[in-house]
């Protein structure tokens, strides 16, 4: 019997062995050829992208919204409130028997900790800043962003106006702990009217502490106006209005009156003011109330004016009146409870404790701390002037061109314009000033006299002119001296120019398939945000004025900016000479701080 054959002996040889080669590419079948783009003849939308990634920080005096440039909104939004301030480990507030305390505090020390940054610096600790922006940047990186820390480019989005020595605490803060290469800066204002898609606007922005009016000339900042009437004006208010419905509460308040002590929870102001508070619309007539459709509150036990009844008519009519002042009774507390329902809100100043508020009443510290609603205008201090009225003043003070086009791009932004019907308030209380006063500067008893008086003349003029136009009956004297000045030729200069064809023909097809610019009237324009416009600029390869590098600024600080009167960043042209190129364009050296300079 034969044995049985090994495994060498039934394995094939290598020469019958299946190859690699059907995993090859036929030569013969056809082949995509790879296309290289040249920077030369490639097309604009690719030349002027930029492909590698950025990142977009807008920093304000409260949060910190950070995001990747090319998306639509930040990725996160950090507060630097107390309790985001914990160190690690720290529960507290949420024990069970964890309860808050409120202290007794003066108006200017009650928001402190909840701050990044103030614009008197005398108060401020600058390390502190440092610290909680290295904080924020860290959370937003490992919470958010969940990338390496390779080095990328950073657009920061900062107010116009900002020390040195603060705007050098930020930097230093940013350079020494994160891989930023460089850092672009952009001001508010400019990318709120990017982000509108204009590109010249007045940008009024309410803020925490100040109102920040700004006027934008084709992305150039004209002029700026600041007022002290601003987010922070409406809590204390708030504060005010709310102590006035706790008896305990209106006590402390006006004992610490004179002093401005401040005893309540700034988190339970904040909410309620975010949640309850609104403006109402402009008071149609003189005399009456801001707040239209006021309900009259109507009190138990207290009865409605009469006419005198006659006594024949007293008897028969006394069990209809019992049942015609009940019905009266519930009809007008259905009508109060419909028009001006009663709120519910806990309570700032007692934890545990809820007030019953009047909702027409939270429209009070709105229209006292931003319109100064029952002050006069001659008591108010230049840097406390009434949001409206600066705005008209704003608009006042620019160029007609300038005006006509910022007036009707007007764009209300900031923390505080989301409260409901407050931008339609201030548009229409600008509106009203333009139509009383005109575009005179001159105000005051005298001035308004004298519209009067030019109002009367107009106006009797008018009735004049009508009179006159009456037909009459004309003699033929007249119809013969009227036939004489018709064949007298009048002066060159009163004559009807004539109008060229080819020239009216050229400016209707300069002007075809175009819109016609809205100016000269006052239109309100809503943004995307300051943070959107950042990340639009921030996906082109365009240079910005302040382009900081690292090195640079590590080795010189603010000290190494160049000093020059022209930072807008435009090339200038170069002059021929016998070893110059025409048209070079020369590199810039070094940078600048452009707007913060």
Request: with cysteine; aromatic share 6%; glycine share 6%.
């Given at each position: 019997?034969?044995?049985?054959?090994?495994?060498?002996?039934?394995?094939?040889?290598?020469?019958?062995?299946?190859?690699?080669?059907?995993?090859?590419?036929?030569?013969?079948?056809?082949?995509?050829?790879?296309?290289?783009?040249?920077?030369?003849?490639?097309?604009?939308?690719?030349?002027?992208?930029?492909?590698?990634?950025?990142?977009?920080?807008?920093?304000?005096?409260?949060?910190?919204?950070?995001?990747?440039?090319?998306?639509?909104?930040?990725?996160?939004?950090?507060?630097?409130?107390?309790?985001?301030?914990?160190?690690?480990?720290?529960?507290?507030?949420?024990?069970?028997?964890?309860?808050?305390?409120?202290?007794?505090?003066?108006?200017?020390?009650?928001?402190?900790?909840?701050?990044?940054?103030?614009?008197?610096?005398?108060?401020?600790?600058?390390?502190?800043?440092?610290?909680?922006?290295?904080?924020?940047?860290?959370?937003?990186?490992?919470?958010?962003?969940?990338?390496?820390?390779?080095?990328?480019?950073?657009?920061?989005?900062?107010?116009?106006?900002?020390?040195?020595?603060?705007?050098?605490?930020?930097?230093?803060?940013?350079?020494?702990?994160?891989?930023?290469?460089?850092?672009?800066?952009?001001?508010?204002?400019?990318?709120?009217?990017?982000?509108?898609?204009?590109?010249?606007?007045?940008?009024?922005?309410?803020?925490?502490?100040?109102?920040?009016?700004?006027?934008?000339?084709?992305?150039?900042?004209?002029?700026?106006?600041?007022?002290?009437?601003?987010?922070?004006?409406?809590?204390?208010?708030?504060?005010?209005?709310?102590?006035?419905?706790?008896?305990?509460?209106?006590?402390?308040?006006?004992?610490?009156?004179?002093?401005?002590?401040?005893?309540?929870?700034?988190?339970?102001?904040?909410?309620?003011?975010?949640?309850?508070?609104?403006?109402?619309?402009?008071?149609?007539?003189?005399?009456?109330?801001?707040?239209?459709?006021?309900?009259?509150?109507?009190?138990?036990?207290?009865?409605?004016?009469?006419?005198?009844?006659?006594?024949?008519?007293?008897?028969?009519?006394?069990?209809?009146?019992?049942?015609?002042?009940?019905?009266?009774?519930?009809?007008?507390q259905e009508q109060m409870d419909t028009e001006d329902p009663i709120i519910a809100i806990p309570s700032p100043f007692t934890p545990g404790k809820t007030l019953d508020v009047p909702f027409s009443y939270f429209a009070l510290p709105v229209e006292t701390a931003l319109l100064a609603d029952g002050k006069p205008t001659r008591q108010l201090d230049d840097h406390e002037q009434a949001v409206h009225l600066l705005m008209f003043k704003t608009l006042l003070g620019l160029p007609t061109d300038v005006r006509s086009l910022c007036m009707s791009r007007i764009i209300i932004t900031g923390g505080g314009s989301n409260i409901p019907g407050l931008k339609t308030r201030l548009l229409d209380e600008v509106s009203a000033l333009v139509e009383e006063r005109g575009w005179g500067g001159v105000e005051g008893e005298a001035a308004d006299k004298r519209r009067q008086r030019l109002k009367e003349i107009s106006h009797n003029l008018q009735k004049r002119e009508g009179v006159e136009n009456w037909p009459k009956k004309e003699s033929k004297a007249s119809l013969e001296d009227s036939s004489r000045a018709e064949l007298v030729p009048s002066a060159a200069s009163l004559q009807e120019q004539i109008h060229d064809e080819i020239t009216r023909k050229l400016?209707?097809?300069?002007?075809?398939?175009?819109?016609?610019?809205?100016?000269?009237?006052?239109?309100?324009?809503?943004?995307?945000?300051?943070?959107?416009?950042?990340?639009?600029?921030?996906?082109?390869?365009?240079?910005?004025?302040?382009?900081?590098?690292?090195?640079?600024?590590?080795?010189?600080?603010?000290?190494?900016?160049?000093?020059?009167?022209?930072?807008?960043?435009?090339?200038?042209?170069?002059?021929?000479?016998?070893?110059?190129?025409?048209?070079?364009?020369?590199?810039?050296?070094?940078?600048?701080?452009?707007?913060?300079?």
């Amino acid at each position: 019997m034969a044995a049985a054959p090994s495994y060498f002996d039934r394995k094939p040889p290598s020469s019958n062995r299946p190859g690699l080669s059907h995993l090859q590419q036929d030569p013969s079948s056809p082949l995509t050829p790879q296309r290289n783009f040249s920077s030369t003849f490639s097309s604009p939308s690719i030349s002027y992208r930029n492909e590698e990634e950025s990142f977009v920080f807008e920093l304000g005096s409260r949060h910190l919204s950070a995001g990747i440039a090319g998306e639509t909104r930040p990725r996160c939004t950090l507060s630097f409130g107390p309790e985001d301030s914990r160190r690690v480990g720290d529960y507290r507030r949420w024990l069970p028997e964890y309860k808050k305390v409120i202290r007794t505090q003066r108006e200017s020390e009650w928001s402190q900790d909840y701050e990044l940054w103030r614009m008197d610096l005398r108060e401020v600790d600058l390390g502190l800043v440092e610290d909680k922006i290295e904080r924020a940047v860290r959370e937003a990186h490992i919470k958010y962003f969940l990338m390496d820390q390779k080095p990328r480019r950073l657009v920061l989005v900062l107010p116009s106006i900002m020390p040195h020595q603060l705007l050098s605490s930020v930097l230093s803060s940013i350079f020494l702990n994160f891989q930023f290469p460089s850092i672009t800066l952009f001001s508010t204002p400019i990318l709120h009217t990017i982000a509108a898609g204009c590109r010249s606007s007045l940008v009024v922005d309410i803020g925490w502490a100040e109102t920040v009016l700004t006027a934008v000339y084709e992305y150039r900042e004209v002029k700026q106006t600041r007022t002290t009437r601003a987010t922070k004006s409406i809590l204390l208010q708030m504060v005010r209005m709310l102590a006035r419905q706790d008896e305990p509460a209106m006590k402390i308040l006006a004992e610490g009156y004179y002093e401005a002590l401040v005893q309540a929870d700034f988190d339970v102001v904040e909410d309620v003011t975010a949640r309850m508070a609104w403006c109402p619309k402009k008071k149609a007539e003189p005399g009456a109330s801001n707040i239209q459709d006021r309900p009259t509150r109507v009190r138990k036990g207290r009865k409605k004016r009469m006419e005198p009844i006659l006594e024949e008519d007293a008897v028969g009519d006394a069990e209809n009146d019992v049942g015609t002042e009940a019905q009266n009774a519930d009809s007008s507390q259905e009508q109060m409870d419909t028009e001006d329902p009663i709120i519910a809100i806990p309570s700032p100043f007692t934890p545990g404790k809820t007030l019953d508020v009047p909702f027409s009443y939270f429209a009070l510290p709105v229209e006292t701390a931003l319109l100064a609603d029952g002050k006069p205008t001659r008591q108010l201090d230049d840097h406390e002037q009434a949001v409206h009225l600066l705005m008209f003043k704003t608009l006042l003070g620019l160029p007609t061109d300038v005006r006509s086009l910022c007036m009707s791009r007007i764009i209300i932004t900031g923390g505080g314009s989301n409260i409901p019907g407050l931008k339609t308030r201030l548009l229409d209380e600008v509106s009203a000033l333009v139509e009383e006063r005109g575009w005179g500067g001159v105000e005051g008893e005298a001035a308004d006299k004298r519209r009067q008086r030019l109002k009367e003349i107009s106006h009797n003029l008018q009735k004049r002119e009508g009179v006159e136009n009456w037909p009459k009956k004309e003699s033929k004297a007249s119809l013969e001296d009227s036939s004489r000045a018709e064949l007298v030729p009048s002066a060159a200069s009163l004559q009807e120019q004539i109008h060229d064809e080819i020239t009216r023909k050229l400016e209707r097809d300069r002007i075809k398939g175009s819109k016609p610019a809205v100016s000269a009237v006052i239109r309100g324009v809503e943004s995307l945000g300051a943070w959107a416009g950042g990340s639009l600029l921030a996906g082109l390869k365009v240079k910005g004025v302040v382009d900081i590098e690292r090195d640079a600024f590590l080795q010189h600080g603010l000290a190494g900016a160049r000093k020059e009167a022209d930072s807008s960043g435009t090339q200038h042209r170069q002059s021929v000479g016998p070893n110059i190129a025409r048209g070079g364009i020369q590199e810039r050296s070094g940078w600048t701080l452009g707007a913060w300079a």
